[in-house]
């Protein structure tokens, strides 16, 4: 089945400590993004990546870095810069050419600092 | 800049109906999505309009003004299931961009 798989699940980060998140979609979409959601708050975009070896960085993307080597694989860092990286983080994909194409989301990293 | 305002919660209850109301401000537009979001989880999609009117499918509808810059989610015959947040956001649009801007969300709690 195509979709979007995040890894992993849950991630401790300790402090000036460097983490990734894993992101590996098979729906051979173009464009990826990372969103950022904290409790009662909508997502915020961090990085977003419309082709291969190409990103953009979003509304809140201090402290956190992106590569995107693969078509498949949208990688994200949060650094040690990233004073507040307790969130729920999403990976989203969507096809580009037409306005009606939705994002769809992998199951999410919820990343707390130890 | 870009801003899109929702209730914050909701509870109705089940086998009722329910409509909950986003207004968006933003620097262009390229449609309107309704995502659900259960706790813990990936948002799903649920709906879209890019033109006025209403867009029905099964025990939800959504409808969007343009020129108002709002929009709404109906839900019918609610069930314990449809307890859930409710994301609304938008397609700014431009050259080339897909990505969408998310309000805050509704927390939506069913009631027996």
């Known amino acids: 089945d195509g979709g979007i798989t995040q890894s992993p699940k849950y991630l401790f980060r300790k402090e000036g400590q460097n983490v990734t998140l894993s992101c590996e979609q098979n729906?051979?979409?173009?464009?990826m993004y990372w969103y950022r959601q904290d409790p009662g708050q909508g997502l915020r975009l961090i990085y977003y990546s419309q082709i291969v070896n190409d990103f953009q960085k979003g509304d809140i993307a201090e402290g956190y870095s992106v590569s995107r080597e693969k078509k498949e694989s949208f990688p994200l860092t949060v650094t040690s810069a990233q004073k507040n990286p307790t969130a729920f983080y999403l990976c989203?994909?969507?096809?580009?050419?037409?306005?009606?194409?939705?994002?769809?989301f992998g199951s999410g990293t919820q990343l707390s600092v130890l | 800049g870009q801003n899109i305002d929702q209730p914050t919660e909701m509870t109705a209850t089940e086998g009722a109906i329910v409509q909950i109301n986003c207004t968006y401000q933003?620097?262009?537009?390229?449609?309107l999505f309704w995502y659900q979001q259960h706790a813990g989880e990936a948002p799903t999609f649920l709906s879209y309009?890019?033109?006025?009117g209403l867009e029905e499918k099964g025990r939800f509808s959504s409808f969007l003004s343009r020129s108002k810059g709002y929009s709404y989610l109906l839900l019918k015959e609610l069930q314990m299931k449809d307890s859930a947040s409710y994301l609304c956001a938008v397609r700014p649009g431009g050259a080339g961009s897909y990505q969408l801007t998310f309000g805050k969300g509704t927390k939506l709690s069913v009631i027996p």
């Open positions: 989203a994909s969507t096809r580009q050419g037409v306005g009606n194409e939705k994002l769809f």
């Open positions: 933003t620097s262009g537009f390229n449609g």
């Open positions: 309009n890019v033109l006025d």
């Open positions: 729906l051979n979409h173009d464009a």
